[in-house]
């Protein structure tokens, strides 16, 4: 018994840091209706600023996150403001190829740097010795991980619903000319919006970063890998992403513990996500979460 | 008087042509070669120390007239770990009019299999893949292929292990990479190497491995013999650590000890997976710089002399890329030295007769480099070394793995 819940603990664990991942996708399609292919660079971004300020600046590593989140925050803004505020009113598909073009140009970046082709690892900071309650055991990494995920997501949550920015950037995602007629800024809703997306992202990348060791492959593919987690969830939902994160992070766990390794089977944590998701979508293709717009003509 | 000016002009033409010839000539020739290789992209961590061993030791060959008047030009351009881009590149190679060529991974190895076969062009990658070998004569693996590689894990884990028949899991790549050793280390369990392999497990972008940890153990395995990069193989002793799963010494019951080949160890697996790295047990052909040997003198003298940082420096990798350059110099130097031309055909030819008393001990490894008509793998020794106190040091001497021999 004690493996299924040490297999619960993991899936919730991994699903948390999925949402987390996932949260800035859907902070941006929110607001602008725009999918960010450029977010795993972002994530990988904020992974390295935190790395840089605690070992090569020397901060201690529960200054250098928090701020990492910060310049990660304004970064993001910037980039909003640079390559993405001109093209307000510009079909979707141009805009998302601007994200395509950013990942380029992200990408070319990072490689000028040290953290494009090496690798690097946070140095230790948590107590090694796992928690373990009744055999299963979690790691403080992950204890961590959950911690900030579920603390940012309640902060996200409570921000859209209850704060007077909040609820003008979910007016323009329902609304943009009506939001303009009332007074409310398109161009800030979307810079306030990818800034809260940056500030996410350096959230996910210091988590993923002290699981994985910070290589840059590895933490770029992160904002591909939750993809279908906020497909899943709704692209548009907050409460979607950490549901969905935390179905995939089940399945994946149930399914490697209990599928891989028999009947010939292998590898069905990777797969199985995505067959559900299908599954899912053919029933509810707005996702599970995802607000389903009617036009009336 | 314009007939004159015309003379006079044509003797000067004529002068000056003459006079250009011994410049010509003391300039020496160039020898046009070729890399392409992941600098960035995918498993560049590898592919950037590897293009700039080789880069820095091909200067090293100019700078020092080690060909006399007569230099290498290798062209290095990133292919971005993409197939495609990767034959681009070889085909803009036989346009300058390369005379060897230097690859990089399985997958574009062995879709350029056939282009190699029909250009006759003598390659060396950075793939140890021993199928890269099969119908292919032309291209030449620097050291053990992965399948050795994971034979020679798994010997040891047969010598040392104590009880009954050791149980086993791979840790595999989800690519011709990861799976090239799997079906060579069945056979050599079929031919009477004493272990079972449980599970060969393809792993993807996991961030927690607790479900396989927890179901190799429930399942008896207690050594792991991985076949992919670093990344996932820290990931997977981090957790096996923070789950208290991680073997304290070799094959401790109840436990996993992990082991690995060429490309999932090295001083960035210690990077990665800091203090977790520990214990790790990991076998290559290379020397490492940790332990002073003529051939880490020369390797860190190479990076100090071309201002490479002491990662690349102390990079096995860079030592791997150091060494395809080593060979590649040398058939040309023995070429040269028999008086013949350097041509694809002739240095094909040279590399072949890389063997017995032509043997060739580049330093970088830690067995000689032999090739022949029939052995197109070039070192056949490996090294097995193992993290202690956060370095990685030498476990045994030097070894060929008995079983690779017994397969074939």
């Keep these: 018994m004690s493996y299924f819940f040490q297999l619960v603990v993991s899936g919730i664990v991994v699903g948390s840091i999925y949402a987390l991942s996932g949260l800035g996708f859907v902070l941006i399609y929110k607001s602008s209706r725009v999918l960010n292919i450029a977010h795993g660079q972002i994530i990988a971004i904020g992974a390295f600023i935190t790395y840089a300020l605690t070992v090569w600046v020397g901060l201690p590593i529960y200054v250098s996150f928090p701020m990492s989140m910060i310049i990660t925050f304004f970064l993001a803004m910037s980039v909003e403001r640079v390559f993405l505020r001109r093209l307000i009113g510009e079909p979707i598909i141009s805009v998302i190829m601007v994200t395509i073009g950013l990942m380029s140009i992200l990408d070319g970046l990072i490689y000028l740097t040290p953290f494009g082709t090496e690798n690097f ?177 | 008087m314009k007939k004159n000016n015309l003379i006079k002009l044509t003797l000067l033409l004529v ?31 590898a592919g950037h120390p590897y293009s700039q061993g080789v880069d820095d030791y091909f200067k090293f060959v100019n700078d020092t007239k080690m060909l006399g008047d007569d230099t290498i030009d290798c062209t290095i351009r990133d292919d971005q770990y993409k197939t495609d881009k990767t034959k681009q590149n070889f085909e803009d190679f036989l346009d300058q009019g390369i005379v060897f060529y230097l690859n990089y991974s399985t997958g574009s190895t062995l879709a350029l299999k056939k282009d190699f076969e029909e250009e006759k062009m003598p390659v060396i990658p950075a793939s140890f893949h021993a199928g890269n070998l099969i119908d292919s004569h032309y291209i030449f693996l620097p050291i053990a292929s992965y399948s050795a590689q994971a034979i020679g894990l798994a010997e040891y884990v047969v010598k040392n292990h104590k009880g009954k028949t050791p149980k086993v899991a791979m840790f595999i790549h989800p690519s011709a990479f990861g799976r090239g050793p799997v079906e060579d280390l069945q056979k050599a369990v079929a031919a009477g190497l004493d272990m079972e392999i449980v599970e060969v497990v393809e792993h993807g972008k996991n961030l927690d491995n607790t479900a396989m940890l927890k179901r190799l153990v429930n399942k008896g395995v207690q050594y792991v013999i991985s076949q992919t990069v670093q990344s996932p193989v820290a990931t997977m002793l981090k957790d096996a650590t923070s789950l208290g799963l991680k073997a304290n010494s070799f094959g401790e019951e109840g436990k996993l000890t992990f082991l690995g080949c060429h490309y999932t160890g090295g001083n960035d697996l210690v990077a990665l997976a800091g203090p977790a790295a520990e214990n790790f047990y990991w076998t290559t052909s290379y020397i490492i710089t940790n332990e002073p040997s003529p051939g880490a003198t020369e390797q860190l003298a190479l990076a100090k002399r071309y201002n490479r940082g002491e990662k690349a420096a102390n990079s096995h990798n860079y030592a791997n890329g150091m ?34 008393d032509n043997a060739f001990f580049p330093g970088t490894t830690v067995g000689p480099v032999t090739y022949s008509k029939t052995d197109h793998a070039g070192v056949d020794s490996l090294q097995l070394y193992v993290v202690k106190n956060g370095a990685f040091q030498s476990a045994d001497k030097p070894f060929i793995p008995e079983y690779t021999s017994k397969i074939k």
Excluded at chain 1, 172 to 200: E, N
Excluded at chain 1, 218 to 245: C, E
Excluded at chain 2, 324 to 353: F, H, M, P
């Design chain 2, 323 to 356: 060494m395809v350059a080593q060979v590649a110099t040398e058939v040309i130097k023995r070429t040269k030295a028999k008086g013949k031309e350097i041509t694809k055909e002739n240095l094909y030819d040279e590399l072949q007769n890389m063997n017995g």
């Design chain 1, 121 to 297: 690892s946070f140095p230790p900071f948590l107590p090694t010795t796992p928690i373990a309650i009744g055999g299963v055991s979690i790691s403080w990494t992950q204890m961590l991980g959950v911690t900030v995920t579920f603390s940012l997501i309640a902060g996200f949550s409570w921000f859209f619903k209850k704060s007077t920015i909040g609820i003008s950037m979910r007016a323009v995602s329902d609304d943009q000319l009506a939001s303009m007629s009332i007074g409310i800024s398109v161009p800030r809703v979307f810079g306030l919006a990818w800034a809260m997306a940056g500030l996410s992202a350096a959230a996910a990348g210091g988590i993923i970063g002290n699981i994985t060791g910070l290589n840059f492959d590895t933490l770029q593919a992160f904002g591909i890998v939750v993809f279908p987690v906020v497909i899943l969830g709704g692209l548009d939902s907050i409460l979607g992403a950490v549901v969905a994160g935390i179905i995939m992070g089940l399945i994946q766990q149930f399914a490697s513990g209990y599928l891989d390794g028999n009947w010939g089977l292998n590898g069905t944590g990777e797969v199985l996500p995505y067959i559900i998701l299908l599954v899912i979508l053919l029933f509810k293709p707005h996702g599970l979460f995802g607000i389903h717009e009617i036009e009336r003509v």
């Design chain 2, 15 to 45: 002068a000056a042509f003459m006079l250009s010839l011994p410049v010509q000539a003391l300039a020496g020739k160039v020898y046009k070669l070729g890399l392409s290789l992941a600098i960035t992209g995918p498993t560049s961590d």
